[in-house]
């Protein structure tokens, strides 16, 4: 499926490049935010499919820019996927009890990226 809007907030100029290019020539709307203050913006003002989020930012972090997308009405229902480089066990615990409705590990697979994100828009239409 194309034209499902990704925004990802991630402040490593080469994992956003990559992850960005992957989308791009798959056919996903790409929004970019290196900071979370920036995709806390893109997020209410764009309204995306799924939201990519980094855990370690420069400013606010990814468990905290997740709270506040909870609270927000505007964006409360957005899927929102961890976007790691934390694949050891007691990450993805904490991760996923943070609130997070899934994660991503970085660095990324480019055969394998394509198909975790759809999978993630997939179950977002699943449960709505
Ligand atoms: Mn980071």
Redesign the pocket.
Same mark, same amino acid.
């Given at each position: 499926m194309a034209g499902e809007v990704v925004l990802i907030i991630? *402040?490593?100029e080469r994992n956003m490049k990559l992850a960005r290019d992957v989308l791009t020539f798959r056919g996903y709307r790409v929004l970019e935010a290196p900071t979370a203050e920036r995709g806390l913006e893109l997020a209410t003002s764009d309204h995306p499919d799924l939201v990519l989020m *980094?855990i370690?930012?420069p400013g606010m972090g990814g468990i905290e820019a997740l709270g506040h997308l909870r609270a927000n009405p505007a964006t409360a229902r957005i899927r929102v996927v961890a976007f790691t480089a934390s694949a050891m066990k007691d990450d993805r615990e904490r991760i996923l009890a943070a609130g997070f409705d899934g994660y991503i590990v970085k660095p990324i697979s480019v055969r394998e990226f394509p198909g975790q994100v759809q999978e993630q828009l997939d179950l977002r239409c699943r449960s709505t």
């Open positions: 991630e *402040d490593n *980094d370690q930012l």
